[in-house]
């Protein structure tokens, strides 16, 4: 069976930095290319970042380009996400998504439960 | 690059069958057969139900059917039920390398 757990949400102060992590299980995780989406209180979903399964190519939104980083631990079936200088408008629940084929195309089949980020003094 | 564009309610009774559209540009939903649909329920992760346009996951009722059409793709719900009910997001591969989603649809069964 497929699990993705989330974990490193909180609150954080504006320009403080976070570090967010997704624990992979029951595929091989590194054949897969990883993504992560969020969700702003009561709004839309939004891409954030998606990562090849090798780890060797990312890919931004450029809401978050130039602050954000992803990346893979692949011998400990982990996926992150660094987010650096965050701003009120970063707060959301942020979920990581296995993609199903590809690396940005085909869309995500397995979900995390998410995990809350807030931005706020 | 804005949000797919997706109507904010659709609204159908048990038994009937609604569509929801997503519309985008040439360079992202009309451009690839890259369109994915989610189902999400309140407090709950998204779930994928369409991927590729048309591809239906293992699990995934076949109420649920997907189609394009130039710029604007559509799913649709057929013999609709209570337990649809639920906010529905299109998703698509863009020309520079980016996703897209769109802005959500709620979906209520009267």
């Known amino acids: 069976e497929v699990q993705l757990l989330e974990s490193g949400g909180g609150l954080v102060q504006p320009g403080g930095s976070l570090r967010l992590s997704c624990a992979a299980s029951?595929?091989?995780?590194?054949?897969?290319?990883m993504t992560w989406v969020r969700q702003a209180p009561g709004k839309g979903l939004e891409w954030v970042s998606s990562?090849?399964?090798?780890?060797?190519?990312?890919y931004y939104a450029d809401s978050v380009k130039g602050r954000f980083t992803i990346s893979r631990d692949n011998s400990k079936n982990t996926l992150y996400l660094q987010m650096n200088t965050l701003r009120a408008e970063d707060t959301a629940v942020y979920y990581c998504?296995?993609?199903?084929?590809?690396?940005?195309?085909?869309?995500?089949?397995?979900w995390g439960q998410g995990t809350l980020v807030t931005v706020s003094s | 690059q804005s949000a797919l564009t997706q109507p904010a309610s659709v609204s159908g009774s048990p038994g009937q069958s609604i569509t929801i559209s997503c519309t985008g540009t040439?360079?992202?939903?009309?451009?690839?057969?890259?369109v994915s649909w989610y189902q999400q329920h309140p407090g709950k992760a998204p779930k994928l139900m369409i991927y590729?346009?048309?591809n239906r996951p293992s699990g995934v009722s076949n109420r649920f059917s997907g189609s394009k059409s130039g710029n604007t793709a559509s799913l649709t719900i057929s013999g609709l039920q209570a337990e649809d009910e639920a906010d529905y997001y299109c998703?698509?591969?863009?020309?520079?390398?980016?996703?897209?989603f769109g802005g959500g649809t709620k979906v209520t069964v009267l």
């Open positions: 590729e346009v048309s």
């Open positions: 998504a296995k993609v199903v084929r590809g690396i940005l195309s085909s869309g995500n089949d397995y």
């Open positions: 029951g595929f091989t995780f590194s054949s897969y290319a």
């Open positions: 990562i090849r399964g090798s780890g060797g190519t990312t």
């Open positions: 998703r698509s591969y863009t020309s520079s390398s980016t996703v897209l």
């Open positions: 040439s360079s992202d939903v009309g451009g690839y057969d890259y």
